[in-house]
């Protein structure tokens, strides 16, 4: 009897050792499945953005601002790739190795198996820095720009019935809201801040690690905002948006008066591409469900619109279109920006 019951006592200790193998295993096939042969991140400036710009279309400088951080830091390429390998891990861990469009973990309908999260509630502290009275916008304005920012991340913007059925099925609640932590204002008789950071540098951002940083002020240029990607340093961590760009209501331009700037510069700080690649065909944007497209689509395009065989999503929010014709993220834009709050990721803390 005694050696019966050592005989499976050793059976049991096999069996978890080789449960605890099959664990390792499926954790290793996800890491071997992560193809980083496409991953980028220095983009093409060329003179045709600032004419753009000149005409009045809208213009994001967060790929050109990435490429100077880039230059400026020789480190940052390495974080940038650690991060989206640490992405492109998870999601392929959700989606049992199956790898689809690179980087996309396949890019279904559901959030990575292992996001526990729930919703997540992200602070923000905005940073007014005004030379004159129009600048210095109103709480009502801020606050205008809050319930922007909750509705598109939320998936319930009254706008979004306009969204054609080739892509309603893929629109995302990301679970993702914004909740107000402080308003900061300076006056200063500076008039044009640039892209450059100087002013976040004479206004350092508020616990960065734990709060999304926004200031409002005139950039110049004709850019309407431009933000950080995951992965920069800390001291600079944030977003940066023009005030005639920020929120819906008071000192507001058309056609980008309907806080969609914001919902866009806040995509690429939880590290979203644009929708294009900034790139041609051949380039991507790491997401599965979002059809490739070979430049920027502008004002309100007509639909279908069609580049690469397919058709341009050109309501997405990480596109260039007048913000009356956003109105949606994709279920894998919700995936790819989720990982970064997970285990291992540069915005794990916000989720905590």
Known sequence: MKKLILGMAAMALM?????????????????ENVDMSDFYVYTDFTANDEFKAAEGKKNCYSMQHLNHMLNKDEKLYKKMYDIEHNTRSILAKSSNGQKGKPGSGGGGPTPPVSDNL????????????????????SDAQINSQLAVLNNDFRATNGDRSNIPSEFAGLAADSEIQFTLAGVRRYSNSTTQW???????????PVTPSSTLNIWVCNIGGGILGYAQFPGGPSSTDGVVIGPNYFGSTGYVSAPFNKGRTATHEVGHYLN?????????CQQDDFVADTPSSDAPNYGCPSYPTVNCRSTDMTMNYMDYTNDACMYMFSNGQKERLRTIFMSGGPRQAMAN
Do not use: M
């Open 15 to 31: 069996f978890t050792s080789c449960n605890d193998d099959q664990s390792e295993n499926v954790d290793e096939i996800a890491q």
């Open 118 to 137: 729930g919703v997540i509630s992200i602070p923000v502290v905005i940073t007014v820095v005004y030379s004159n009275s129009q600048e210095n916008i």
């Open 194 to 204: 640039g892209t450059n950071d100087a002013v976040k540098s004479q206004y350092p």
């Open 272 to 280: 979203l591409r644009h929708i294009w690649g900034d790139g041609r």
